[in-house]
């Protein structure tokens, strides 16, 4: 009787755990939706993943875009969902929604999180792991200036990190 009230209480806990984390993270999930949306919407209005490479990034033609990964860069406030762009050129980041910044003036700006690296600008990329959760793997892009860059959430993570070998 006892190992079925170990189980019950353990189960309760977990359920527990499970609706702290929904209600915690509702906003950001309903946000993130709301931008995968977006950002899927403006795929198929420009004619598919690299047209919007282009136009993010202004890329040249001589530039080719190898792979593009939806993932999440990981930032001081909290991560950012986006796609990951990785060309012949550069690695870039488009965020899926439209962040809010207060412009220098005080005007309120509307854009979406970017980055792009240059190549030569990488001094090496690294691929890492949770130790506690190994299927969470990370992705961290150092540069020259010894900046780090980490990405995660990857729906294939060898293949994303395979291009940048």
């Known amino acids: 009787m006892d190992s079925k ?19 915690e993270h509702w ?12 950002l899927r919407a403006r795929i198929l ?7 919007v490479f282009r ?16 993932c999440y860069l990981s930032t001081t406030t909290s991560p950012i969902a986006g796609l990951l762009f990785i060309s012949t050129q550069r690695v870039a980041f488009c965020s899926d929604s439209i962040m809010k910044f207060s412009s220098p003036n005080g005007e309120l700006a509307r854009i979406h999180y970017k980055v792009s690296i240059p190549l030569r600008m990488i001094k090496r990329a ?6 506690k959760k190994t299927s969470q793997k990370f992705m961290e892009i150092v540069m ?22």
Request: with cysteine.
């Open 5 to 23: 009230i170990y189980r019950i209480d353990k189960n309760r806990k977990k359920a527990d755990n499970f609706e702290d984390g929904v209600r």
């Open 27 to 38: 906003p950001k999930f309903s946000e993130t939706v709301k931008g995968k949306l977006s």
């Open 45 to 51: 209005q420009l004619g598919g993943v690299k047209r």
């Open 55 to 70: 136009h993010i990034f202004c890329a040249k033609e001589e530039e080719k875009l190898l792979k593009a990964s939806q």
């Open 126 to 131: 690294n691929q890492s792991e949770n130790a």
């Open 144 to 165: 020259m200036d010894n900046f780090h860059f980490w990405f995660m959430g990857f729906l294939n993570y060898q293949k994303a990190f395979s291009y940048l070998r």
